[in-house]
Protein backbone atom coordinates (compact mmCIF):
# COMPACT_ATOMS: atom_id res chain seq x y z
CA UNK A 1 0.00 0.00 0.00
CA UNK A 2 2.62 2.53 0.80
CA UNK A 3 3.92 2.34 -3.06
CA UNK A 4 0.77 4.26 -4.22
CA UNK A 5 2.35 6.85 -2.14
CA UNK A 6 4.94 7.28 -4.77
CA UNK A 7 3.26 5.99 -7.67
CA UNK A 8 0.50 8.80 -7.44
CA UNK A 9 3.15 11.37 -7.77
CA UNK A 10 4.97 10.44 -10.54
CA UNK A 11 1.35 9.74 -12.37
CA UNK A 12 0.99 13.39 -11.90
CA UNK A 13 4.54 14.72 -12.63
CA UNK A 14 4.09 12.42 -16.05
CA UNK A 15 0.43 14.22 -16.56
CA UNK A 16 2.24 17.93 -16.03
CA UNK A 17 5.11 16.83 -18.66
CA UNK A 18 2.33 15.92 -20.86
CA UNK A 19 0.14 19.06 -20.77
CA UNK A 20 2.78 21.31 -21.31
CA UNK A 21 4.14 19.29 -24.18
CA UNK A 22 0.41 19.60 -25.80
CA UNK A 23 0.35 23.43 -25.05
CA UNK A 24 3.39 23.87 -26.48
CA UNK A 25 2.70 21.35 -29.62
CA UNK A 26 0.02 24.12 -29.96
CA UNK A 27 1.88 27.41 -29.28
CA UNK A 28 4.57 26.50 -31.73
CA UNK A 29 1.41 25.59 -34.52
CA UNK A 30 2.42 21.98 -35.06
CA UNK A 31 -0.94 21.25 -35.35
CA UNK A 32 -2.13 23.56 -38.41
CA UNK A 33 -2.01 21.96 -41.09
CA UNK A 34 -3.66 18.37 -40.08
CA UNK A 35 -4.55 16.94 -43.85
CA UNK A 36 -1.27 17.46 -45.70
CA UNK A 37 0.45 15.49 -43.49
CA UNK A 38 -1.79 12.72 -44.03
CA UNK A 39 -2.20 12.85 -47.58
CA UNK A 40 1.46 12.72 -47.94
CA UNK A 41 1.99 9.30 -47.64
CA UNK A 42 0.11 8.46 -50.54
CA UNK A 43 2.62 9.80 -52.84
CA UNK A 44 6.13 8.48 -53.75
CA UNK A 45 9.33 9.87 -52.66
CA UNK A 46 10.21 10.97 -56.34
CA UNK A 47 6.85 13.21 -56.47
CA UNK A 48 8.16 15.05 -53.89
CA UNK A 49 12.41 15.32 -55.58
CA UNK A 50 10.93 16.68 -58.37
CA UNK A 51 8.85 19.03 -56.79
CA UNK A 52 12.02 20.19 -55.03
CA UNK A 53 14.18 20.11 -57.97
CA UNK A 54 11.57 21.89 -59.88
CA UNK A 55 12.05 24.44 -57.24
CA UNK A 56 15.52 24.64 -57.13
CA UNK A 57 15.46 25.31 -61.16
CA UNK A 58 13.15 28.10 -60.44
CA UNK A 59 15.06 29.91 -57.97
CA UNK A 60 18.20 29.85 -60.42
CA UNK A 61 16.01 31.06 -63.20
CA UNK A 62 15.35 33.92 -61.06
CA UNK A 63 18.71 34.92 -59.50
CA UNK A 64 19.87 34.95 -63.24
CA UNK A 65 17.31 37.27 -63.99
CA UNK A 66 17.91 39.23 -61.31
CA UNK A 67 21.21 39.92 -62.32
CA UNK A 68 20.32 40.60 -65.81
CA UNK A 69 18.57 43.17 -64.54
CA UNK A 70 21.01 44.97 -62.85
CA UNK A 71 21.39 48.68 -62.51
CA UNK A 72 23.78 50.95 -64.85
CA UNK A 73 25.74 51.16 -61.77
CA UNK A 74 26.80 47.75 -61.60
CA UNK A 75 26.43 47.29 -65.54
CA UNK A 76 28.85 50.49 -65.54
CA UNK A 77 31.51 48.80 -62.75
CA UNK A 78 31.67 45.57 -64.80
CA UNK A 79 32.33 47.06 -67.80
CA UNK A 80 34.96 49.47 -66.57
CA UNK A 81 37.94 46.83 -67.22
CA UNK A 82 37.23 45.87 -70.36
CA UNK A 83 38.78 47.99 -73.09
CA UNK A 84 36.39 50.13 -75.11
CA UNK A 85 36.23 50.47 -78.87
CA UNK A 86 35.20 54.52 -78.98
CA UNK A 87 38.86 55.67 -78.88
Avoid at 17 to 35: M, T
Avoid at 42 to 58: A, V
Avoid at 67 to 87: F, L, Q
Amino acid sequence: MSIIYVLIPIAMIFVAIAVLVFFWAVKSNQYDDLDREGVNILFDEDMTHSRTSQSDLNDKENSEENTENSTPMSTAKKNSGKPSDAH
